[in-house]
């Protein structure tokens, strides 16, 4: 199932395996800056006093498991600084984090990972729309866990595909507060005795996002606590590497079963939308360059009001100024900037087309080229 890729002469980075081991002296026994990406669902340490009951006297199967149970708060301090701290020498220089907790953590955490170096991001809400009930009625039910997303460094360069994230929200700008459902159905995985394979498994509509909106094909991500391998599990749907590190031989066997029977994507569905900004810069002068524009042809803003000639140098001319694309368009319309891509039209066969589709058929032409 492993494949390797070439760390140093002397290291390889073991790629698409569960190691068996403790996360931090395996994460430390790792090359160090060979990580893209980590996401973290460390213990909880919940501190559960006692069984929980529904209504009907049948037993809630809560985390009550030896994973997740520390002696003091302080015990629980000093793992999540060791481990936090073996996660970050082994991100990239513009490598980022995402950890997943509750109330009972995720306040500690996170003043932990900025004790560590991290440079928090972000706090997201992940809103379930199908919580479990608070069946004692004592408090508010919990319908909420917490996301912390992190660079490793202040000034790191983080991949962030904001475009695609927008597009899977509908075209709307993604928000912090994500409604997604626990995992029910036939998303929880079971195990041999027809129980719950593991109490805190997450749904692969979350990784999804978070893979998506954070990564790119090919990129490494580590999961210091698999479990059963929703992180391996979307990781190779989506065309990443993963490592997943787990230390209870029930989750490994449940993970390896599940990750056998996952398939890849095709390549081209990998494609997610990329930033405006991120894509190749195109002159407007390679347009008149190009003959795709002629000198003395005349555009006209898209709203009708304005007119300018092209030069022969890909400048504009109008009735009392030159310059750009952007700077005619900006001095015509009296405002402190415009994007004369999205503002200048040209004539073609009677109807006016946007110059910013001469520009489009310029990258495509990129993207075709072998690289």
């Known amino acids: ?68 149970q520390f ?130 498994q997450k749904p692969e509509s979350l990784l999804h996002r978070i893979i998506v909106g954070s990564t790119n094909p090919g990129d490494v991500i580590l999961d210091p606590f698999f479990g059963t391998g929703t992180t391996g599990a979307v990781a190779k749907k989506l065309g990443r590497e993963f490592i997943g590190i787990e230390r209870e031989a029930a989750y490994r066997k449940v993970a390896e079963k599940r990750l056998a029977n996952v398939r890849k994507f095709d390549k081209e569905s990998l494609h997610v939308s990329t930033s405006k900004r991120a894509e190749p810069r195109v002159p407007f002068g390679q347009l008149v360059e190009r003959g795709m524009l002629s000198p003395g042809e005349e555009l006209m803003s898209l709203n009708g009001r304005y007119k300018a000639k092209v030069r022969a140098d890909g400048t504009l001319i109008s009735h009392d100024t030159k310059g750009s694309i952007h700077q005619v368009g900006a001095h015509l319309e009296g405002a402190p900037s415009c994007n004369g891509w999205t503002y200048w039209s040209f004539k073609r066969d009677g109807k006016q087309v946007p110059i910013d589709l001469l520009r489009q058929q310029i990258r495509a032409e990129m993207e075709e080229r072998p690289h």
Not at 15 to 30: A, K, P
């Open 1 to 68: 199932m492993a494949s390797k890729t070439k760390i140093s002469e002397a290291v390889t980075l073991p790629l698409n395996t569960i190691i068996d081991g403790d996360c931090i002296d395996v994460m430390n026994s790792l090359p160090a800056n060979s990580v893209d990406l980590i996401f973290a669902d460390p213990p909880y340490n919940l501190q559960l006093r006692g069984e929980l009951h529904r209504p009907d006297n049948s037993k809630v199967d809560a985390v009550d498991d030896h994973w997740d």
């Open 71 to 200: 002696s003091s708060f302080a015990a629980y301090d000093k793992f999540t600084q060791d481990w936090l701290k073996a996660a970050r020498r082994l991100l990239k220089p513009h490598g980022a984090i995402w950890v997943i907790g509750s109330y009972h953590n995720i306040f500690r955490v996170g003043s932990a990972l900025q004790n560590e170096g991290f440079w928090i991001l972000n706090d997201v809400v992940w809103r379930k729309s199908n919580p479990m009930p608070n069946f004692r009625g004592m408090r508010l039910t919990n319908a909420h866990e917490t996301m912390i997303w992190a660079s490793k460094e202040q000034a790191s360069k983080y991949t962030f595909n904001y475009e695609a994230l927008k597009a899977l929200n509908d075209g709307v700008q993604m928000r912090s507060d994500w409604v997604l459902p626990i995992c029910t159905g036939h998303e929880r995985l079971k195990d041999e005795a027809g129980d719950k394979a593991h109490p805190t």
